[in-house]
């Protein structure tokens, strides 16, 4: 057992993975000698050599369509996009090639392989590194959607990634990759992908969300003593719905929160299919707690991003609502 912060944990897992499976290579900008920009990479390319650690241009159309070539022939590529930001020049190829290789082949072909990028605020990197992108991800039948929400996830849900016959996106929270050190297991395991975690049980109300809000979420809940069922996603598509539904009937009320813009966000979807499978059993309407409709700003950023006053509105709304 380690303690890892979740740059330590991806750095190690990467490793692992490349010691015991030489069809892995790793590419994306400066991710070699540099070890990218957040430095998850670092360390690789001197133990791996240059031909598994390749530093690419400035090109993410390049970097992702190589990846898919690869992949297809029998290469398990684990592509870097800098930022999530830069990532819709290559979306070309992510929508109408990762996505549908194994739909237009008849399931002749599979794809395994994970694009890793890091999304969403907290670094005070303003508009072009901020911005968190997930809904245009889980929009797209053939993708697998994952966001962890601490080094330990973040361990397992890339070993199960790396294994899936289909292509994922693995989004990982840059305002968590520092945030803290938790004691992550030295050998293998995995996070299964589709199933939520509850790292909160309660029965007063349900709050559901990924990546970055959840420790938000925990302290707001624990600083409050809410009883509240906490949910974290982990896999946003495909989502885990029966978790969804069983806590939401449970407590007949709901919060969902997440960093990203409101409209047609997760919560959106969320609130959907709550609304189709569990209204009769709900106290309160749905609320969601949320990124504004705008670019992400630079020197509002803390005001961008819900936080503990924001939940804590939206819940004492559903809990006062007769």
Do not use: W
């Not at 589709?194 to 938000?216: C, F, S």
């Amino acid at each position: 057992m380690s303690t890892m912060n979740m740059v330590q944990a991806l750095n190690s897992t990467l490793d692992h993975i490349m010691s015991g499976d030489n069809s892995v290579i790793l590419l994306g900008e400066d991710i070699g000698k540099d070890g990218g920009v957040f430095r998850v990479t670092e360390g690789l390319q001197a133990k791996y050599g240059e031909e598994r650690v390749i530093d690419t241009p400035l090109v993410e159309l390049g970097i992702v369509g190589m990846s898919v070539g690869m992949s297809l022939m029998g290469v398990k590529a684990i592509p870097e996009i800098q930022f999530q930001d830069f990532i819709y020049t290559a979306f070309d190829q992510i929508i109408n090639q990762m996505a549908k290789m194994r739909y237009r082949s008849g399931g002749g072909f599979t794809l395994p392989m994970v694009l890793r990028t890091p999304y969403g605020g907290g670094i005070k990197g303003g508009l072009y590194h901020s911005q968190s992108g997930e809904a245009y991800f889980a929009h797209t039948a053939g993708l697998v959607v994952v966001t962890p929400s601490n080094p330990y996830d973040a361990k397992g849900l890339l070993i199960s990634s790396v294994e899936s016959p289909d292509p994922v996106i693995f989004l990982e929270p840059k305002r968590l990759y520092r945030a803290a050190k938790i004691e992550v297991p030295d050998e293998d395991y995995r996070v299964k992908i589709g199933e939520a975690a509850r790292p909160m049980e309660g029965d007063d109300l349900t709050i559901i969300t990924y990546g970055a809000m959840v420790p938000t979420v925990l302290n707001t809940v624990k600083k409050n003593n809410l009883n509240a069922d906490v949910l974290d996603l982990r896999t946003l598509l495909p989502m885990d719905v029966n978790a969804i539904i069983s806590s939401a009937k449970k407590t007949g009320r709901v919060v969902i929160v997440h960093e990203a813009p409101r409209t047609l966000g997760m919560g959106a979807e969320i609130s959907a299919l709550i609304s189709e499978r569990a209204i009769e059993y709900l106290y309160a309407p749905i609320l969601r707690v949320t990124g504004p409709d705008i670019p992400f700003p630079y020197r509002l950023e803390d005001y961008y991003m819900p936080g503990e006053a924001r939940i804590m509105k939206a819940v004492k709304r559903v809990m006062e609502f007769r």
